[in-house]
């Protein structure tokens, strides 16, 4: 049966789903459970399988992740939720010291088969704290899998397969396309694989690489750029670790041309370890520099500026005609 379903549904059918089919996917989080959460995944879910599966925390992000470390380790499919990225930081203690290391320091004995949801990124005109777009963080970690998703479809089947994995899954929600659009979505369909890019559009002179909310951005300058006879190929980057660098390897040799974007801080980000790897095993193929356009050095502003910080569909035809331009 196909619904069409907007992405914060689609979160919160894919729930629904895990839940139906294995007693052991529990939820927990602040609020998860009457409110349904701050932006509503996970309404009517507390109703229909009760006060022992839908668990409403306090205001303890530490504990959140502890309790799903402990959940995960004994048998139970924890999906936890942390009501804004910019509130995640208490709970990377537990993610990086014990989550991420459960299955190496037991010997794979114990794996650890929680999923920790967060909104993040900007576009909503938050407060301090609410609008940070951190994944590279938690790139960085062995042990951790990092996975954003950019339209309903793929929240639905990446969130899906994300349950079921053995090891823990940070799974990050763009929250300014929560509502964005609707897309159908086939609730019987298949979950969509983990690890791996997806090719959005076909293309021959330049590829664009990008994820999550700025995917939006990505594909509308694609169609600019059609206008400026440019055919631009978009690579929605969807598992940003383990990172599929091959099918970004396989575009770039052909297209000869890199953009990255993401709304996240320039230095240091998931965008240059993407143009580290094009230098490293694409050199030879690459007829221009690779550009990127991100974010700035600097914290989230409030919403007057918040809009100036994010990258604007321009902004990306811009550094695309400037590869074709060398």
Same mark, same amino acid.
């Given at each position: 049966m196909s619904k069409d379903l907007t992405m914060v549904e689609a979160v919160n059918l894919? +729930? $629904?789903?895990? +839940?139906?089919?294995?007693?052991? %996917?529990?939820? #927990? =989080?602040? $609020?998860?459970?009457?409110?349904?959460g701050v932006f509503r995944a996970t309404q009517g879910l507390r109703d229909k399988y009760g006060l022992k599966r839908v668990i409403d925390t306090p205001l303890a992000e530490t504990l959140i992740a502890g309790?799903?470390?402990g959940m995960a380790a004994q048998g *139970?499919?924890?999906?936890a939720e942390i009501q804004f990225m910019g509130f995640i930081f208490p709970a990377m203690e537990q993610l990086i010291c014990h989550a991420a290391r459960m299955r190496n320091r037991t010997r794979g004995r114990l794996s650890c088969p929680l999923v920790l949801r967060a909104p993040f990124g900007?576009?909503?005109?938050? &407060? @301090?704290?609410?609008?940070?777009?951190? @994944?590279?963080?938690?790139?960085?970690?062995?042990? *951790? !899998?990092?996975?954003? &998703?950019s339209s309903p479809v793929r929240a639905y089947g990446l969130l899906r397969a994300a349950i079921n994995e053995p090891d823990p899954v940070i799974f990050l929600e763009p929250k300014r396309i929560y509502r964005a659009s609707k897309k159908a979505i086939d609730e019987n369909s298949e979950p969509l694989p983990l690890d791996t890019c997806?090719? #959005?559009?076909v293309g021959q002179d330049v590829t664009l690489v990008s994820w999550g909310a700025s995917i939006n951005e990505t594909m509308e300058a694609a169609s600019l750029l059609e206008g400026h006879g440019i055919s631009a190929e978009v690579i929605d980057v969807a598992t940003?670790?383990?990172? $599929? +660098? @091959?099918?970004? #390897?396989?575009?770039v040799r052909k297209t000869g041309r890199c953009v990255i974007?993401?709304?996240?801080? !320039?230095?240091?980000? %998931? =965008?240059? @370890?993407?143009?580290? =790897?094009l230098m490293e095993r694409a050199f030879d193929d690459l007829k221009s520099p690779v550009e990127r356009v991100t974010g700035f050095d600097t914290t989230m502003p409030y919403y007057r500026m918040e809009d100036h910080?994010?990258?604007?569909?321009? $902004?990306?035809? !811009?550094?695309?005609?400037?590869?074709?331009?060398?």
């Amino acid at each position: 049966m196909s619904k069409d379903l907007t992405m914060v549904e689609a979160v919160n059918l894919a +729930m $629904d789903h895990a +839940m139906a089919a294995d007693p052991n %996917v529990v939820l #927990l =989080g602040e $609020d998860i459970g009457v409110n349904g959460g701050v932006f509503r995944a996970t309404q009517g879910l507390r109703d229909k399988y009760g006060l022992k599966r839908v668990i409403d925390t306090p205001l303890a992000e530490t504990l959140i992740a502890g309790i799903s470390v402990g959940m995960a380790a004994q048998g *139970l499919k924890p999906v936890a939720e942390i009501q804004f990225m910019g509130f995640i930081f208490p709970a990377m203690e537990q993610l990086i010291c014990h989550a991420a290391r459960m299955r190496n320091r037991t010997r794979g004995r114990l794996s650890c088969p929680l999923v920790l949801r967060a909104p993040f990124g900007g576009g909503i005109h938050a &407060p @301090e704290h609410h609008s940070e777009s951190t @994944e590279a963080l938690f790139a960085h970690i062995p042990g *951790l !899998r990092v996975v954003i &998703p950019s339209s309903p479809v793929r929240a639905y089947g990446l969130l899906r397969a994300a349950i079921n994995e053995p090891d823990p899954v940070i799974f990050l929600e763009p929250k300014r396309i929560y509502r964005a659009s609707k897309k159908a979505i086939d609730e019987n369909s298949e979950p969509l694989p983990l690890d791996t890019c997806f090719t #959005l559009k076909v293309g021959q002179d330049v590829t664009l690489v990008s994820w999550g909310a700025s995917i939006n951005e990505t594909m509308e300058a694609a169609s600019l750029l059609e206008g400026h006879g440019i055919s631009a190929e978009v690579i929605d980057v969807a598992t940003i670790k383990p990172l $599929d +660098m @091959e099918t970004i #390897l396989a575009s770039v040799r052909k297209t000869g041309r890199c953009v990255i974007v993401h709304e996240a801080c !320039r230095s240091f980000g %998931v =965008g240059a @370890e993407i143009s580290a =790897g094009l230098m490293e095993r694409a050199f030879d193929d690459l007829k221009s520099p690779v550009e990127r356009v991100t974010g700035f050095d600097t914290t989230m502003p409030y919403y007057r500026m918040e809009d100036h910080y994010l990258p604007h569909t321009d $902004d990306i035809v !811009r550094a695309s005609i400037k590869t074709l331009a060398n």
